[in-house]
């Protein structure tokens, strides 16, 4: 079996991935940089976590951040189970489905590159045709070929190409894709629709968030998010932004992104910020998601739903909002209402007290009044801005009853907490 995978960023290799033990175990990981790289002057650090250095970084250091480019959950156990592979092989699964993953970074065997596209089948309904009308969680991942495309999550997704008329694609060997076609929840219906509407929301209050639209394709309802981790040159051209989630960034594996279950609070996420001096944009950019997620009820807003992006330049910067869902509207039997990551010491998503917010403050290191005044100011406009973007939802296709139920959940929760932050200030505190 392999024990050695390629790493390429923008392109370009830069270094080695290895794994050396018959147990394959965490420990037996290893990542190092080319010597052609480290000596380029625009080499650029795979990620905050493992800087630019001749010497190895071995053990979880380097199995964390790799293994967290992998898909999880159901998604996971697809592609294991088509491809033949140990369900808990990391290793394997990197080299067979690590050509493409979010951002700009590629695994690969040595020497192997992908097939010519001219010949592989890209239309994106045959695909799914082929899959079958009942095939289920994991099926869109799994759509195309060869398998090399690795789309972190528990989310069944595949990336696309949008045409400028409209037709969706897959992407052919090497082309980057413009798009995540996500298509409606089998566990969940709806989710679709609720996502639609959190980051619609978003944007209308005037937040950086990811731009999405509702599609149907072969009879089924999907969301195409537009990626953020594209962008487009001046001839048209589609280019690759580097990116890691925060549990790369602090070094955590994939299944502590829950910070209940050991995983990155948002005062380790605060401090990441601050190291890197990414200045007052980007603190008010995590207090935004911060805030906004409490507002809608998301309680799965954990550490791999923030993100940073990186240029060739290697520039850093907090990537635009994505994965916004008002899990409250959810039934609790389904979802816990614990926010994924603590905001003081709430444990309902929809409790949220202003004595949490201060508490968050202090830990995070904002200033109490200043994080007052941003639940608020996006409160009021979430009020404002939620019947219209509503209504725009479903004018696209969304389901008018879940549509308006997801939004009462919304008004509701945002009116209490406004409540709440307007009784604080009547007590001049």
């Known amino acids: 079996m392999n024990d050695q995978l390629e790493v390429e960023l923008f392109g370009r290799a830069i270094g080695t991935l290895s794994i050396d033990g018959p147990l394959r175990s965490p420990e037996d990981w290893a990542f190092a940089y080319r010597a052609d790289y480290l000596r380029s002057p625009a080499a650029i650090a795979l990620s905050v976590g493992l800087p630019l250095r001749t010497q190895p970084f071995t053990g979880a250091v380097a199995r964390n951040w790799f293994c967290n480019l992998l898909p999880e959950g159901g998604v996971r156990q697809a592609v294991a189970d088509r491809l033949r592979l140990p369900l808990d092989d990391d290793f394997a699964l990197l080299a067979a489905i690590g050509g493409e993953c979010a951002g700009a970074v590629s695994v690969s065997s040595p020497g192997i590159r992908q097939a010519s596209g001219d010949d592989a089948e890209t239309d994106l309904e045959t695909l799914l045709y082929l899959q079958g009308e009942d095939a289920g969680e994991g099926a869109w991942a799994l759509a195309g070929t060869p398998m090399r495309l690795s789309l972190a999550g528990a989310q069944d997704k595949l990336a696309v190409i949008a045409e400028a008329d409209g037709r969706l694609r897959l992407p052919r060997a090497g082309e980057p894709s413009t798009h995540i076609l996500k298509p409606d929840s089998r566990r969940f219906p709806g989710i679709r629709d ?47 932004l580097h990116q890691e989630d925060f549990c790369q960034a602090l070094g955590y594996p994939e299944q502590l992104k829950y910070e209940d279950k050991g995983g990155p609070g948002l005062a380790a996420c605060s401090s990441l910020l601050r190291q890197l001096a990414l200045g007052p944009i980007a603190m008010r950019g995590l207090l935004d998601w911060v805030v906004f997620n409490a507002l809608i009820g998301n309680a799965d807003a954990h550490a791999k739903n923030l993100s940073l992006l990186c240029g060739h330049e290697g520039r850093r910067s907090l990537a635009p909002l994505y994965d916004l869902v008002p899990t409250l509207y959810l039934p609790q039997s389904l979802v816990d209402r614990t926010p994924a990551m603590r905001i003081g010491h709430a444990t309902h998503i929809a409790r949220i007290a202003v004595e949490d917010w201060t508490a968050f403050a202090g830990a995070a290191r904002y200033g109490r009044r200043f994080v007052l005044e941003r639940v608020r100011t996006l409160a009021d406009a979430v009020l404002v801005y939620l019947p219209e973007t509503a209504m725009r939802i479903i004018e696209q296709g969304g389901d008018e009853a879940r549509v308006a139920r997801v939004a009462t959940v ?6 209490r907490m406004l409540d709440e932050i307007r009784k604080d200030s009547l007590r001049g505190r």
């Open 410 to 415: 919304i008004a509701d929760n945002t009116g």
């Open 194 to 240: 609720a996502e639609a509407l959190g980051l619609a929301l978003a944007r209308r209050v005037g937040l950086n968030a990811a731009s999405a639209s509702l599609v149907e394709v072969m009879n089924r309802p999907a969301l195409l998010v537009e990626r953020y981790d594209r962008t487009r040159a001046a001839d048209g051209g589609i280019h690759r």
